[in-house]
């Protein structure tokens, strides 16, 4: 059972760089066989789809958010990452990270979330 | 604005039949997946594929679809149904994902 597990700071100001991080367990980012996501969700709205990356360091974006957004993985610590620069108050989100198997795209696992608010 | 077109609010009596639609034209192509979420917390995958439940999942959901529609049925809904409910599947290009817009299920 992979346990995904969503860390960083919960409060980022205006115009600033967004990090989250989320912790593998009981998996392996290394695996070749999941796309790590991941995917927001502003107070009260619906689920959006930020893009995934992949353990060869292949990614896939939102194009509503291609120009802002990096995702990488990190196998040395079982982690990947999600930078989003220049925030504003519409990036104030729960974020997930998650989990898909490759060529899928039913996300089977789920981060507990994190909100992340944008604000000065 | 979602490729994925839900019905926003669905209201069912308690252990009758409800059915929620997710329309989309990638949806001719791919499945729909079905997610439940409880307020608070994370979204739970009930429904993936042709008509697949993960481990866990109660019976009584299931899915279907027909032309450019999805459905989510609950047959005999149950007080802790009660969640919204989302759809995603892949966009019309078929590179990228995406989640419909949600349904929020009452349970009378």
């Known amino acids: 059972q992979v346990q995904l597990q969503e860390s960083g700071p919960r409060l980022v100001k205006p115009s600033e760089t967004l990090s989250l991080t989320c912790t593998v367990s009981?998996?392996?980012?290394?695996?070749?066989?999941?796309?790590w996501n991941w995917i927001r969700q502003p107070p009260g709205k619906g689920l959006e789809w930020m893009g995934y990356?992949?353990?060869?360091?292949?990614?896939n974006y939102n194009p509503s958010l291609k120009s802002r957004v990096t995702m990488s993985v990190d196998t040395s610590k079982n982690q990947f990452s999600l930078k989003l620069n220049s925030v504003t108050a519409a990036d104030t989100a729960v974020y997930y990270c998650?989990?898909?198997?490759?060529?899928?795209?039913?996300?089977?696992?789920w981060g507990q979330g994190t909100l992340v608010t944008v604000s000065s | 604005s979602s490729e994925l077109t839900q019905d926003p609010v669905v209201s069912v009596a308690l252990g009758q039949t409800v059915r929620i639609t997710c329309q989309g034209d990638s949806l001719r192509s791919y499945y729909a997946s079905w997610y439940q979420q409880k307020p608070g917390q994370a979204p739970v995958l009930v429904i993936y594929g042709k008509n697949n439940r993960p481990s866990g999942i109660p019976d009584r959901f299931s899915g279907s679809s027909s032309g450019n529609t999805a459905s989510l049925t609950i047959t005999g809904a149950q007080a802790e149904d009660e969640a919204d409910y989302y759809c995603n599947s892949r966009d019309s290009s078929g590179n990228l994902v995406v989640f419909g817009g949600g349904t929020k299920l009452t349970v009378l």
């Open positions: 998650a989990s898909t198997r490759r060529g899928s795209y039913e996300v089977d696992y």
């Open positions: 009981g998996g392996s980012v290394s695996s070749s066989s999941y796309y």
């Open positions: 990356t992949f353990y060869s360091g292949s990614t």
